[in-house]
């Protein structure tokens, strides 16, 4: 038995849904599931059941989740009497994320750091830019990982560039400019464009980008950060979607193609925190994880 085992079947209690404590715990839900199998396999015992209204304890798991919690308050005592942080004062990284981080893959580099790091608990919300610079000056978030003009970072920001890319157009197959090898910039006035709301940072980008290059901002309005529903709408033909190259190959499918613009546009993915901010412990570790990562991927 493990303490990890413990700590999953008191949040899995607690939250009655063994995603919601996946969440929270910041690893994933077959993990969680895995360990808590693995647990009832040991004691010959069965901890949870599964109903229409969620997860509840059996008389096994109750009995397993009161000695449970006298175990994990004894643990906070002994890391408090040799000055270690317990379960109750943990260090919290929190983390802006653009909205395709799935796609891009950074989902199990994100959950291997607090995997390996039982003193650190995550917390993860989707951003737009914007949002995300707002938080970091307000001390809301630690950290933002996000896609942008390297020249319209703020100043205030302290970032690392942990990727330089092309921007493609993810159009649907059936559309005529979807059999083109490169697709000239002038040419995404002809089509709807998927993005923001008005005045969001990659509306902006956007603009910018049209406005430069003298074509029409041709919008189909939506929330950036359903990328679900992004992504039906261009299968959809309903309009396309400007991505970096790597979430662009990604994407592509049976229904969409990814298509590199003519002149090249550049989008940096950076790590980012305030200028002010010292990064040191487990901070200073998280943003190495991540960096370790993109230069593993070059």
């Known amino acids: ?37 693995a647990l009832e396999e040991e004691l010959n015992i069965k901890i949870f059941k599964r109903d229409t209204h969620g997860v509840a304890l059996t008389p096994d798991g109750e009995r397993f989740c009161s000695y449970g919690k006298d175990v994990m308050e004894s643990m906070d005592k002994l ?17 802006g994320i653009f909205p395709f981080y799935k796609t891009a893959g950074l989902v199990s580099v ?3 750091f607090f995997a390996s790091n039982h003193n650190v608990i995550g917390s ?9 610079y707002e938080m970091l000056e307000n001390g809301d978030l630690d950290f933002i990982i996000i896609k942008g003009r390297e020249e319209n970072i703020p100043l205030s920001i302290k970032f ?4 330089s890319e092309k921007l493609c157009a993810l159009i649907h197959k059936d559309h005529p400019n979807a059999q083109k090898e490169i ?18 940072h990659y509306y902006n980008e956007m603009k910018e980008l049209y406005e430069k290059n003298n074509i029409n901002f041709n919008v189909a309005f939506m929330n950036t950060n359903e990328t679900d529903i992004m992504m039906e709408m261009v299968k959809a033909n309903a309009g396309i979607l400007l991505v970096t190259q790597d979430i662009g190959a990604k994407c592509s499918n049976e229904n969409v193609t990814s298509i590199p613009l003519d002149p090249p546009q550049t989008f940096v993915t950076i790590i980012a925190s305030l200028k002010k901010r010292k990064e040191g412990g487990v901070y200073l570790a998280f943003k190495k994880h991540i960096i370790q990562h993109y230069n593993a991927e070059r």
């Open 110 to 112: 994100i959950n291997g």
């Open 160 to 163: 690392d560039i942990l990727k």
């Open 1 to 37: 038995m493990e303490i990890r085992q413990i700590a999953y079947v008191l949040e899995v209690a607690k939250r009655r849904s063994f995603s919601k404590a996946a969440e929270t715990l910041f690893v994933s839900q077959p993990a969680i599931s895995k360990q808590i199998l």
């Open 124 to 132: 993860v919300k989707v951003i737009e830019n914007y949002q995300g």
């Open 79 to 95: 890391m408090e009497a040799f000055q270690q942080k317990t379960s109750r004062d943990k260090a919290v990284i929190r983390i």
């Open 183 to 200: 697709l000239p910039v002038k040419a995404l006035g002809e089509m709807p464009l998927l993005t923001g709301d008005i005045d969001s």
